[in-house]
Nanobody, 115 residues
Framework: VQLVESGGGLVQPGGSLRLSCAASGFTFSTYAASWYRQAPAKERELVAAIGSSGGGTKYLDSVKGRFTISRDIAKNTVYLQMNSLKPEDTAVYYC?????????WGQGTQVTVSS
C-alpha cells in the first residue's frame, strides 16, 4: 500500500493549486480518504475528508467554500482543489488512508502561499 502526493508549490495569495494523491496496492475508492496539513510549530490538522464510493465530504471550517476534495475511481486517485489560497494555508499537506485496520500516510507535499 502506498500513497503518493503531488501538486504542491509556491502560489500567490488568491491563487489555486490542485493536490493529487495516487494510491497503489489497494482500491482507494472502497475506503475513506483524507487530507491533513501541518504548518511549522503547529499540530497536524484534518483539512478535508471523503467517504468511500458514494460517501459524503467534510471540511475544516477555515477552508469551506475554498477547497474541494474529490476522487477519480478509474485513476485510483484523490484530489484536493484549493482556491482563493491564503498565507495561512501554507503547510505540508498529507494524504491519509485507513486501510484494513492500518494507517497510511503519503510523504507530504509543500504548499507555500506568499507574494
Amino acid at each position: 500500500v502506498q500513497l503518493v502526493e503531488s501538486g504542491g508549490g509556491l502560489v500567490q495569495p488568491g491563487g489555486s493549486l490542485r493536490l493529487s494523491c495516487a494510491a497503489s496496492g489497494f482500491t482507494f475508492s472502497t475506503y475513506a480518504a483524507s487530507w491533513y496539513r501541518q504548518a511549522p510549530a503547529k499540530e497536524r490538522e484534518l483539512v478535508a475528508a471523503i467517504g468511500s464510493s458514494g460517501g459524503g465530504t467534510k471540511y475544516l471550517d477555515s477552508v469551506k467554500g475554498r477547497f474541494t476534495i474529490s476522487r477519480d475511481i478509474a485513476k485510483n486517485t484523490v484530489y484536493l482543489q484549493m482556491n482563493s489560497l491564503k498565507p495561512e494555508d501554507t503547510a505540508v499537506y498529507y494524504c491519509y488512508g485507513y486501510v484494513n485496520g492500518l494507517r497510511y500516510w503519503g510523504q507530504g507535499t509543500q504548499v507555500t502561499v506568499s507574494s
